[in-house]
């Protein structure tokens, strides 16, 4: 059995967490590097690209603890290969640069969405040699996000959301109830 074949002349998908984180992250890395030349998702290797490049995408998703408001949690793997004309003088070292400019770009990055913790365990080193980019030099740069999949269910079932409040002492009981929060604005 073949798997069928998609083409580009079908509709595009429609938004999800993942379309939107990616680009999100997409506009973040165009707009705080401006040296690179081609950012993109899951790229199609192609002569003529331009160089320098940022090419980067998901490449593993493993399960995270779940907030228990009906949205799936994943630890989601990034890696982003960083691209220079082998032919630059001290390539290897722009390409270094570079890659040190996206960590600092990472650091702490929740990309303007709400459905992220920040960027963790970020860490970059030489590319390994693909033979399609020989007249490349890379570095690569991998880092961790949780992503937060789904819509927030409405846990408890006999109470209209906003009904039910919390209070946390010593700031809860009577003269303290402008302390109490509702269970959706403490997630």
């Not at 650091?107 to 860490?123: N, S």
Request: glycine share 4%.
């Amino acid at each position: 059995m073949s798997e069928q074949q998609t083409s580009s002349s079908e509709p595009a998908p429609v938004p999800t967490e993942l379309s939107v984180l990616h680009d999100a992250m997409t506009a973040a890395m165009k707009a705080a590097l401006p040296q690179i030349e081609h950012v993109e998702a899951y790229p199609v290797l192609k002569e003529g690209m331009k160089l320098p490049a940022l090419l980067y995408a998901m490449t593993g998703v493993a399960p995270a603890t779940k907030p228990g408001d009906g949205r799936l949690c994943v630890k989601a793997t990034f890696e982003a290969c960083i691209l220079v004309e082998s032919k630059r003088k001290m390539a290897p070292l722009q390409a270094a640069v570079l890659a040190a400019k996206l960590m600092q770009l990472l650091d702490e990055q929740y990309w303007d969405v709400d459905f992220v913790d920040q960027v963790r365990d970020v860490q970059a080193m030489p590319s390994e040699i693909i033979p399609e980019l020989a007249r490349c030099t890379g570095w690569s740069v991998l880092w961790h996000q949780d992503i937060y999949l789904g819509d927030t269910a409405w846990p408890w079932e006999h109470e209209p959301p906003g009904s039910l409040l919390f209070a946390f002492d010593p700031d809860a009981g009577p003269g303290n109830e402008h302390h109490y929060q509702a269970p959706e604005a403490m997630t």
